[in-house]
């Protein structure tokens, strides 16, 4: 008699394992580190996905981290207007005595004043006044266009274009922690904030100089960075394409999320 064997019924002979299915669209939540720009963060993500159409809503300086938010496929990338109309909340900390060119620490000192000794309540006063709606004078050193480049292009070669202050609200400003030089506060302000300018302003307030040495963004809109992405991770492609896939969040339930268009 002749022996049949059969092969596991877990075994497919002559098939390959099913394709990954093709990402079309989707909303990443990535927590950039200190150091890369926002830009390389999404030539990051357009190696892993291999999907051309990539942009983020809203930048992060090269010395700042935290919540950077990157769509995928033009389905997502069209909601980028309004990911970036949301509230903002930050981290930041101050240097005190020293103003800069840019308002933070990639600038020149321009100057130098001695740091007083401050009581926590005359630094919660300070902050206090800053609380609500205002005009905010955009820094030089900014990527608000003139002409059709940045001010910063300007800046740099020592131009000075002047641009009209703008309307912004600080819903939250609160003393976090303060050292002999330094104060760490955490801010929640409307879109169009710049934190920098916020430092500066406060140092001056306090009559010694300020400016900006560390960032975080905690929060966009309904995002946070719990649970975001490890930046880090996306400089190796293959483990960036498993935790990018497993994170994504699809322009259906971002939409449920978003304050409805009127």
Request: with cysteine.
């Amino acid at each position: 008699m002749e022996l049949v064997q059969e092969m596991p019924a877990e075994v497919s002979v002559g098939k390959h394992p099913p394709a990954e299915p093709a990402l079309e669209a989707g909303i990443f939540l990535v927590d950039k580190p200190v150091g890369p720009s926002s830009f390389r963060m999404v030539q990051l993500v357009r190696r892993a996905l291999s999907i051309k159409k990539v942009g983020h809503a809203g930048t992060l300086d090269p010395f700042a981290s935290g919540l950077l938010i990157i769509c995928v496929g033009r389905p997502a990338t069209r909601l980028i207007s309004q990911f970036m109309d949301g509230h903002k909340r930050y981290e930041a900390v101050l240097r005190l005595g020293i103003e800069t060119t840019t308002q933070d620490l990639e600038g020149e000192v321009v100057a130098q004043k001695e740091v007083g000794v401050f009581v926590r309540e005359e630094l919660e006063q300070c902050l206090a006044g800053f609380m609500g709606e205002q005009l905010q004078t955009p820094p030089q050193y900014s990527a608000l266009k003139h002409l059709g480049k940045p001010l910063y292009h300007y800046a740099r070669k020592g131009i000075v274009i002047e641009k009209a202050a703008r309307a912004i609200t600080i819903f939250q400003l609160q003393l976090l922690e303060a050292g002999p030089d330094t104060l760490r506060i955490m801010v929640e302000c409307s879109k169009g904030t710049y934190i920098r300018t916020l430092a500066n302003d406060i140092g001056r307030v306090l009559g010694c100089g300020a400016h900006l040495i560390a960032l975080r963004r905690l929060q966009s809109g309904p995002f946070t960075v719990d649970g975001a992405v490890d930046g880090a991770i996306l400089q190796d492609p293959l483990v960036a394409r498993h935790e990018l896939l497993a994170k994504t969040l699809t322009v259906e339930e971002v939409l449920a999320l978003l304050p409805r268009q009127e």
